[in-house]
């Protein structure tokens, strides 16, 4: 099973590197880390997607609770949540083929940020499963390069 975990987290040096590594160690595997600054620049948020049982998810949050530097870390896979990943994508755009790109970034709601005489560059966010979806709408126009943020998610209400 997916589990998303939200952590609140003491904006320090080392922080990101001490909880990915502590995990690393324990044999979890992290499918998706995302970090940045909250609206109280002493914190940080890290959203972690992870795969497992019920007791891998217990124990992720079991370990991270252990730590100082974590002021708050909950499983919020259960709970209503609002999710996004951002996903920056370089595909070849030779001129006959422009159109079709074109209509596939508006069918999937992206966006053409940079353009080259035979590459488009295309950003996209939404769930995972729609990203997952663009890039296999793209893969025929080929792929050069693509990255991607990782999960992020709040609880909502």
Do not use: C, W
């Amino acid at each position: 099973m997916r589990h998303v975990i939200s952590a609140l987290v003491q904006n320090v040096p080392g922080v990101l590197s001490h909880i990915s590594g502590m995990l690393a160690a324990r044999g979890y595997n992290i499918d998706s880390l995302a970090v940045g600054e909250t609206e109280n620049p002493k914190l940080s948020r890290m959203t972690f997607v992870v795969v497992g049982g019920e007791k891998v998810q217990e124990q992720v949050l079991k370990q991270l609770q252990k730590l100082v530097t974590v002021v708050q870390a909950k499983d919020i896979t259960n709970q209503k949540h609002v999710e996004r990943d951002l996903m920056l994508m370089k595909v070849e755009a030779l001129p006959g083929a422009r159109s079709k790109i074109l209509e596939m970034v508006n069918i999937f709601r992206g966006k053409v940020v940079d353009v080259s005489d035979t590459t488009m560059m295309i950003e996209i966010s939404g769930q995972a499963t729609k990203l997952e979806g663009f890039v296999e709408a793209m893969r025929p126009f080929g792929i050069i390069e693509l990255v991607r943020s990782g999960i992020i998610a709040l609880p909502r209400g």
